[in-house]
């Protein structure tokens, strides 16, 4: 009966895989933690050494209060800077007290900082650094979050991060930035538990806006439930049995598909929680959802989380999808519906 079911399995994949593939960008086509168009233009400038347009661009977001926009282009700027920084320098010396340049190579030590195997020791060295530019950030909650991160890092207490993350709500109640570094705080892989983070995340997902980014928290949540714990003898994600509840992972995911579907497919800006709802589809065996996911993210693959572990992001994205179509091919019936792709179908999980 098992060489039955796969050869049947076979054929069912050799029928509908290329029309499950119709909705999906081709391979060559697919892009790495791609710029928008407002960032690309200052990356191009990086690279020639000119550091203006970066200088412009963050601060048009500082004076708009665009938060997550500044919060995401600090982290790219400051991974750029990792390995060109010619432009980072020049920018600091023309403007010692630029506070965007300061955020900037303030990402960027914490970030080389964290990479260190003395990394408590190297990040309690950037206190002083990180508390001058918290005292003069104004409005801004991006300097908190990166508190947030250095803090977590640096083993603060629960009091301190407690009182680094109330800090942080007074400039930005709905901060998706803020609220990842809460919930890594939170995680079993860090200070707290699964259930902790998981009753953080749908708390703050409930509070949110219906477009908010934040809405998608629980998906992270789950992520971390997902992810192996040090010591557990896993080396990698899989079909063994999840630290986190299972129903609860699931309704996360169904909260991140809602989220996903407010926005336009092949959107830019949900691409990361895009591609993180795709992993926890495939890790719990939603492999239609999962595959429509993946058409949902257009050209925009993203290293998180496809990174993590050690990973090439972009080969591991396209072989998840591949595997997330070939699933969905081997699950629909030989002779079903023609068109379009298929509703869920057998149990959650593997």
Known sequence: MSFLRALVGAVRSARHAPRLAAGLTPDDDVLLDAPDGRLAPALVAAALGDPEPAAKLLATTRDAGEWEDRDRYVRRLATFAYSRGEWLDRWEEAAPRDPDALLVAAQLAVGRAWESPARAERLRELDPALRALTEEAGRDPVPWRLALDHARGAH???????RLWERALLRSPHHYGCHVAALKYLSAQWYGSHRAAFDFAEEAADDAAPDSLVRALPVRAAYEGLRPLPGSGRTGSGPAAPAADGERIDRAADRGLALSAAFAAGDPWPAEVRNLLAYVLVERGRWEEALAEFGRTGPYATSFPWAVGGHDPLRRF??????????????TPLWGRAGGIPGRSGPRGH
Request: proline share 0%.
């Open 156 to 162: 603060a207490g629960h009091a301190v991060f407690e």
């Open 318 to 331: 396209l072989a998840t999808r591949d595997l997330a179509r070939a699933e969905s091919a081997r699950r």
